[in-house]
């Protein structure tokens, strides 16, 4: 069972950065890899990149690319998702998610064995 937690969410203005963090209690870490999520009011849940185990390896979707990026910390068991230039349109709660021997283009949360509960972003105009 792997546990993770996210912080870092909150409320910013439109052109801001925030940077998320994922702290996972899996004791190999490495190879697990981790996805970011997020989901506001009323839409589905959706992909918003991914990382392998090492780090070798992102992916993101065209929505995101170019502003966000996803790194980790296999030392600290930590994945942070740095989060650029932002948009009313990035409001949504923002998840963390991991999957044993996964690869960075698994796209669907299905994928996904672990999730987090969670952080707020809020990004006003």
Do not use: H
Request: proline share 2%; aromatic share 12%.
């Amino acid at each position: 069972q792997v546990q993770l937690v996210e912080s870092g969410g909150g409320l910013v203005q439109a052109g801001g950065s925030l940077r998320l963090s994922c702290a996972a209690s899996a004791r190999t870490f490495s190879r697990y890899a981790m996805g970011w999520f997020r989901q506001a009011p009323g839409k589905e849940r959706e992909f918003v990149g991914a990382i392998s185990g090492t780090g070798g390896y992102t992916y993101y979707p065209d929505s995101v690319k170019g502003r966000f990026t996803i790194s980790r910390d296999n030392a600290k068991n930590t994945v942070y998702l740095q989060m650029n230039s932002l948009k009313p349109e990035d409001t949504a709660l923002y998840y963390c998610a991991a999957k044993l021997w996964g690869a960075a283009t698994m796209t669907s949360a299905g994928e996904y064995d672990y999730w987090g509960q969670g952080t707020q972003v809020t990004v006003s105009s």
